[in-house]
């Protein structure tokens, strides 16, 4: 049974930074894709963040720049480094990963809120 679970969120101000974890379990992790999305009030779900098996990374044009994704297969986890964070990056923060027949798998979620 396939496992997300997210770490690492909390309230930070203008500029700060925070970085998020997400443990896998129930995969051979080392040949999934990883991804993480986030959800603001409101507003779609949307892609922040992924990495492929081999270690490319693709960002939102939003978060360029701010945002580094990164993967360490030893531990089976996803991370999501934030710098610089903006109000507007307030949302709950997901992990994401897909089988091979596109099924989505979610972790539950991690609150980051970023003051003025």
């Known amino acids: 049974q396939v496992q997300l679970v997210e770490s690492g969120g909390g309230w930070v101000q203008t500029g700060g930074s925070l970085r998020l974890s997400c443990a896998a379990s129930g995969i051979i992790f080392s040949l999934y894709a990883m991804g993480w999305y986030r959800q603001a009030p409101g507003k779609q779900r949307e892609l922040v963040a992924h990495?492929?098996?081999?270690?490319?990374?693709n960002y939102a044009d939003s978060v360029k720049g701010r945002f580094t994704i990164s993967r360490d297969n030893a531990k089976n986890t996803v991370y999501l480094q934030m710098n610089n964070l903006k109000p507007e990056d307030t949302a709950v923060y997901y992990c994401?990963?897909?089988?091979?027949?596109?099924?989505?798998?979610w972790g539950q979620g991690t609150q980051v809120t970023v003051s003025s």
């Open positions: 994401n990963t897909q089988d091979w027949s596109r099924r989505d798998y």
């Open positions: 990495v492929t098996m081999g270690g490319s990374t």
